[in-house]
């Protein structure tokens, strides 16, 4: 079975290595015209008046819109609006769409339109967004939701542990990073608009940019072209690009494009929720968990996008895998002028994740460990190959013969002794495997890289060898495709190829190896 999956050919595969897959970008159609969005200047404000005479008296433009020229709903899935009507409550929000013949024409006519703003408070931080005197970019208050998750008495908890770790945390906006630039073009014909826009949910789109130009469903027809990847992206952002192309299509009579310049992007388009967490653990001296309290801040930015499921998720997933008898966690997702946030990669599982390991790992730092005799991995005739399944069953036998006899597991000497049997055998075949191929530059990335046994046991190594090490922060260890891809480039530029049967599954004989 497994043959036969490596043999089926990815579709797209050779089109989009050899570069003849048409991405939105792409594509061209007779008399298109280019737009271009105008960005809001502040964070929080409101909207007075948008003068747009200079824009439409300028070489190429074909039209300027505002929202008083959306014919239909002026909103998408997330809250925000298409284009702003009466109140800008993020930097980047969109004024106004300017039509014209090349996207040159189309730039320059965008920074003629201005605007009179009456500008408001603002609030950048979800913690403060909660406190009773913030400035409220909604009339109902800036909080999105709460979500509580409780089990047992946290206090006694704690009153029972013997160590007792405090740590703050806060995450990072990310942005998806699609591979082709985030771009959508519309096309009046036969009588419809023919959307022709990489997304995750074709029919989501259709249903926007209907509503937006006042048709019934049936006069928009959504066509996806290639796409290079969304990880969370090319949803709410697709929708709104679309909404903006539609309107000015609907218009003008003539196909219309958006294409987002990364700095667009950077501004205006879906980023991962940043958390503030402050997280509290209790534990005996045997590695046994005795209390967890968790109190986390979301931020959801301007608009409501996806938050209330991170917020719902992140809170269910405090805990992590962990048996832990008093539990009190409480996450609180609020609106802030931030640029939204949404469905980037794990709807907030990597952002608890980090401050959840984080904790786990400095407990297990409590024992010096010495207390369990675990196997080291030996590959036989390959002194640099290593196996860590025997390792793991002998962790899992150890656990299952303490459970049978009745016997205390010391759980943080446990883990300490495992990390310990790991780092022994990686490390040294780093450090050998540099050696043999001249290196003098060794970088750890990726999950493995957040163990801090296996950090400060490289540095050391490292120090001792004369060679430099590289390892991003902690909060940047959890996602393996940054490694992957700068892996592929490597790969790329010393002329090694992959046949174009290859996917995800494990397929490979091992001796095709170097």
Same mark, same amino acid.
């Given at each position: ?48 008046? +948008? ?32 284009? +702003? ?79 007792? %770790? ?17 771009? %959508? +073009? ?35 027809? %959504? ?135 984080? +904790? ?155």
């Amino acid at each position: 079975m497994a043959q036969r999956e490596q043999d089926i050919l990815r579709v797209d595969a050779r089109d989009k290595v050899t570069g003849r897959t048409k991405y939105a970008a792409d594509l061209v159609f007779d008399g298109i015209l280019y737009t271009k969005s105008v960005h809001a200047d502040l964070p929080h404000g409101k909207l007075l008046a +948008v003068h747009t005479a200079a824009a439409l008296a300028a070489e190429g433009v074909a039209g300027v819109y505002t929202a008083r020229d959306i014919p239909g709903r002026n909103v998408g899935d997330n809250e925000k609006p298409i284009m +702003v009507y009466d109140t800008i409550r993020s930097r980047g929000d969109c004024i106004a769409v300017v039509a014209a013949v090349s996207q040159e024409a189309a730039d320059r006519a965008a920074r003629l339109v201005t605007y009179d703003t009456q500008p408001m408070p603002a609030v950048f931080d979800p913690e403060e967004a909660l406190l009773p005197d913030a400035p409220k970019l909604y009339d109902d208050g800036n909080l999105i939701l709460e979500h509580r998750v409780r089990k047992g008495r946290a206090a006694k908890g704690f009153d029972e542990a013997d160590i007792i %770790v405090e740590r703050e945390f806060r995450t990072q906006r990310v942005i998806p990073g699609a591979i082709e630039p985030e771009s %959508v +073009v519309v096309s009046p014909q036969d009588g419809e608009l023919r959307v022709y826009c990489p997304c995750k949910a074709p029919f989501n789109i259709r249903r926007i940019v209907a509503a937006a130009c006042g048709l019934p469903m049936s006069a928009v027809r %959504v066509t996806q072209p290639g796409m290079g990847g969304s990880f969370g992206g090319k949803d709410d952002d697709a929708g709104a690009m679309a909404a903006r192309a539609a309107i000015a299509a609907l218009h003008t009579g003539r196909p219309c494009r958006m294409t987002w310049r990364s700095s667009e992007t950077l501004l205006e388009g879906v980023k991962r929720h940043p958390f503030h967490i402050y997280y509290k653990a209790g534990a005996k001296r045997d590695g046994t968990l005795t209390a967890i309290e968790v109190r986390g801040f979301v931020d959801g930015g301007a608009y409501l996008s996806k938050s209330k499921t991170t917020t719902w998720r992140s809170g269910i997933e405090a805990t992590g895998p962990y048996r832990v008898e008093h539990v009190d966690v409480c996450m609180k997702a609020a609106y802030t002028n931030n640029c939204y946030a949404g469905s980037v990669r794990g709807f907030g599982s990597p952002q608890i994740d980090f401050a959840t390991e984080s +904790v786990m790992d400095e407990l297990a730092q409590q024992s010096q460990g010495g207390v369990y005799h675990l196997p080291r991995a030996h590959v036989d005739g390959a002194d640099l190959d290593m196996s860590f399944s025997g390792l793991k069953t002998a962790v899992v036998n150890l656990a299952h013969n303490a459970q049978q006899k009745g016997e205390t597991l010391d759980r943080a000497a446990l883990a300490r002794d495992f990390a310990r049997a790991v780092s022994d055998e990686l490390v040294p075949r780093t450090m050998e495997a540099a050696h043999r191929r001249g290196r003098r530059t060794i970088v750890a990335a990726g999950g493995v890289a957040a163990n801090s046994v296996i950090r400060a046991d490289l540095q050391a190594a490292c120090d001792e060898a004369g060679c430099t090490l590289f390892v991003p922060p902690l909060a940047l260890c959890g996602d393996n495709g940054a490694m992957i891809g700068a892996q592929g480039y490597y790969e790329y530029l010393a002329g090694r190829r992959g046949s174009l049967s290859l996917n995800a599954y494990a397929t490979m004989d091992l001796n095709e190896l170097e």
